[in-house]
């Protein structure tokens, strides 16, 4: 909990930080989506890949994130990732595989390892995007982009405001019980709880002694956000003004023009099936010997 970083804005003025909210929106859908593209070879998927996450890290590089940040993000998808390697050595079978070796009379394919590898590297970047947007655009700001692509829905009375706001509140609440969760461990640990070892029944008290005063922060919070609300006279049916007013510049249409270029590129290699797998392993073996 101490070291999630997800969902935090991290003030700074870069260029990234400057871009138009609606704009980042939507790069990180259409990047998402390059996220699932699939080639024909694993050799080419593994290329594509490696290109994605290289301009994420110039990315982060450039909106002043830590790296560091990210793969703390990764610690509870170990688990998982074992699991499912697991899962997949017994039941993901194709018909193009090849035996890699064998433990007694179980064989173990090549296949299933990339199934998994691929379920990895996609998790891996789309919390990269989603870490590059949070930690860059304010709650508010993204609130807005978010109702700002919602406003034809106003035509048929859906309550696009309320769930914006929704949204940004619950945006908002992220970092404060994240900050909250830190509080009540670091006292619970000082009473002499331990998170970390003892038993099972053990770590099951020390977690119930963390959610109850948690969920008890999270409900006052939330009613003094609600009186606060009252206070101030906040009507959600009422015509509402904004103070900053969300405008494209020329550094968003740079960016943009950059997001679909990418975009058209996957497509393009995607539909002529590009393999640049066998120029990259020729050119590692000429530089190899090189070497040599």
């Given at each position: 909990?101490?070291?999630?970083?997800?969902?935090?804005?991290?003030?700074?003025?870069?260029f990234?930080?400057?871009?138009?909210?609606?704009?980042?929106?939507?790069?990180?859908?259409?990047?998402?989506?390059?996220?699932?593209?699939?080639?024909?070879?694993?050799?080419?998927?593994?290329?594509?890949?490696?290109?994605?996450?290289?301009?994420?890290?110039?990315?982060?590089?450039?909106?002043?994130?830590r790296?560091?940040?990210?793969?703390?993000?990764?610690?509870?998808?170990?688990?998982?990732?074992?699991?499912?390697?697991?899962?997949?050595?017994?039941?993901?079978?194709?018909p193009?595989?090849?035996?890699?070796?064998?433990?007694?009379?179980?064989?173990?394919?090549?296949?299933?390892?990339?199934?998994?590898?691929?379920?990895?590297?996609?998790?891996?970047?789309?919390?990269?995007?989603?870490?590059?947007?949070?930690?860059?655009?304010?709650?508010?700001?993204?609130?807005?982009?978010?109702e700002?692509?919602?406003?034809?829905?106003?035509?048929?009375?859906?309550?696009?405001?309320?769930?914006?706001?929704?949204?940004?509140?619950?945006?908002?609440?992220?970092?404060?019980?994240?900050?909250?969760?830190?509080?009540i461990?670091?006292?619970?640990?000082?009473?002499?709880?331990?998170?970390?070892?003892?038993?099972?029944?053990?770590?099951?008290?020390?977690?119930?002694?963390?959610?109850?005063?948690?969920?008890?922060?999270?409900?006052?919070?939330?009613?003094?956000?609600?009186?606060?609300?009252?206070?101030r006279?906040?009507?959600?049916?009422?015509?509402?003004?904004?103070?900053?007013?969300?405008?494209?510049?020329?550094?968003?249409?740079?960016?943009?023009?950059?997001?679909?270029?990418?975009?058209?590129?996957?497509?393009?290699?995607?539909?002529?099936?590009?393999?640049?797998?066998?120029?990259?392993?020729?050119?590692?073996?000429?530089?190899?010997?090189?070497?040599?």
């Amino acid at each position: 909990m101490r070291n999630i970083s997800l969902g935090r804005y991290l003030p700074n003025n870069t260029f990234i930080h400057r871009l138009d909210p609606r704009l980042k929106f939507i790069s990180l859908i259409i990047m998402m989506s390059m996220v699932f593209f699939r080639f024909p070879s694993v050799g080419m998927n593994f290329i594509y890949y490696g290109i994605l996450f290289i301009v994420l890290l110039i990315l982060m590089m450039i909106s002043k994130i830590r790296i560091k940040s990210l793969f703390k993000q990764l610690k509870a998808l170990w688990f998982m990732m074992i699991f499912l390697l697991i899962i997949n050595l017994f039941t993901y079978r194709v018909p193009e595989q090849n035996e890699l070796f064998t433990i007694g009379k179980f064989i173990v394919y090549d296949a299933p390892i990339y199934q998994t590898l691929y379920i990895f590297i996609r998790l891996l970047l789309m919390v990269s995007l989603t870490m590059i947007l949070t930690s860059t655009t304010r709650p508010l700001d993204l609130t807005s982009a978010i109702e700002w692509f919602m406003y034809p829905l106003k035509l048929i009375k859906f309550p696009v405001h309320q769930i914006a706001m929704t949204l940004s509140l619950a945006l908002r609440f992220i970092p404060l019980l994240l900050d909250e969760t830190g509080r009540i461990m670091n006292a619970q640990e000082s009473r002499g709880v331990d998170f970390k070892g003892g038993k099972f029944s053990e770590k099951i008290r020390a977690i119930v002694s963390l959610m109850v005063p948690l969920f008890v922060t999270a409900f006052t919070l939330s009613e003094d956000l609600s009186f606060a609300m009252e206070a101030r006279g906040y009507d959600p049916s009422a015509k509402r003004t904004r103070y900053r007013i969300m405008k494209f510049r020329l550094g968003d249409l740079f960016s943009f023009v950059f997001i679909l270029v990418c975009l058209a590129g996957s497509i393009l290699l995607l539909v002529f099936r590009v393999d640049f797998a066998p120029f990259v392993v020729n050119l590692f073996d000429l530089v190899k010997g090189l070497f040599k």
